[in-house]
């Protein structure tokens, strides 16, 4: 078996990974806010999850692990696209209408991370399914001394708890100076944060001891892994814009309402995915969802390549040069594996490297080891355990097949125009050549192809159509 090491953002450093129960590594990950299309940094923590999930199964068995990521269905965005359908005409209720969206929003997140190869979770708790724990969780920090009630809200009291500040290394006093907090008249510190706020009528919201209202953020997290894992478990995670205050907030409420248990041992943060050199925004124009790039023609597979190459705790940036380097790779490597059993495991060097903090990108680098050495069944085994060459995942690169006979047709009906002279038909090959992403070399043995990055099937079936071939 081999030591898995982690860095763990609570203690600042890299430690070997000791499970609380082997028979049941319990990992929780903070999911999506339902409101719109994951973009292409959502998709980040999902897979640097997934290959620390596909680590943990090789290492402890497939039934041992249990994986948790939420659904945030409790949110002012849902909420405003409910009241904006209304207002446009439908007849439903706003609670139908949030329903709607969020049901749309679901499919559209397990499709594209179903794309990217990410396996689902065992448990996708929504919020709205654990108002009720929610609740209870915030009684009994008032009762415990470490909540109070004010004008319809619940504060926690961030003065009760002296751990807080502690994930992000800073000092209450610091997190004042430096933060951007809400200032209500009625809370006791300007730190203290929402875990009950009431609900105007035109809202949804849920019976509660302090009136109709509705969670804060933070509670739903504390209050779904404590009900899915218990509330001492291996591993939590998320992005690192999530530390502050989010996951500070969390360790807050559950280790006061349950303080013998501990909480999270490891915290996991992935740090952010910018988009050729810059912060990934509306305003400067190089925003895009996961759907947008997938229905630009980039495979998923390429996708989670190029998101694994970097690692987790770098900055990443996603450029085009990139992903059209990632697609000649794997293209390359389809080839190799067609036809081919896997190995019975992965290579000893992958599984080291992994363990080493997940370092992904040395994973990969033993992956060109294999296939420079054309060891076919190793390279399948082995990419297969980062969620690459997976069965049916590189049917993008079986149309190589199909293309090589169109292509080859193609050559041949050029090679027939140019000899009856129809210079015109054989340059519109050409040119259909260039705009299918197909690069023809004329050479003294004939011609010679190769696909380009940006090689277009469906273009090329278009031109071979054209040209009757
Ligand atoms: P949200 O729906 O905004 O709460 O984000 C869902 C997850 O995506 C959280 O774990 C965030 O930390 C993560 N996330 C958001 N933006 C980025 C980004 N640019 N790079 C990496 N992770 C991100
Ligand atoms: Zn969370």
Known sequence: MTQIRLTNTRTRRKEDFVPIDPANVRLYLCGPT???????GNARPVLVFDLLVRLLRHEYGDRAVTYVRNFTDVDDKINAEAQRRRAAGSDLSLEALIAERTEETIGWYHADMDALGALRPDHEPRATAYVGQMV??????????????????????VRSFPDYGQLSGRSVDDMIAGARVEVAPFKRDPMDFVLWKPSSDDLPGWDSPWGRGRPGWHI?????????????FDIHGGGIDLQFPHH???????????????FANVWLHNEMLQVEGKKMSKSLGNFFTVRDLLDRGVPGEVIRFVMLSTHYRKPMDWTETKAQEAEAVLRRWHGLVAGIEPATSPAPALIEALADDLNAAGAIAVLHDLAGREDAAGLLASARMLGLLLPGMGEWAQADGEAAGQIEALLAARLAARQARDFGRADAIRDGFA???????????GPEWSLAAGFNPARLADLARTHGT
């Open 136 to 157: 209870a969780m915030t009684a009994d920090l008032i009762a415990k001394g470490h909540a109070y009630e004010a004008e319809g809200h619940v504060l926690f009291d």
């Open 220 to 232: 739903e997290c504390s209050a779904m892994s404590a009900a899915l894992l218990g509330p001492h």
């Open 435 to 445: 705009a299918a992403g197909v690069e023809v070399k004329d050479t003294a043995q």
């Open 248 to 262: 500070e907030n969390e360790i807050a409420q559950s280790c006061c309402a349950h303080p013998q248990a501990g």
């Open 34 to 40: 339902v409101y719109d299309r994951a973009h292409l």
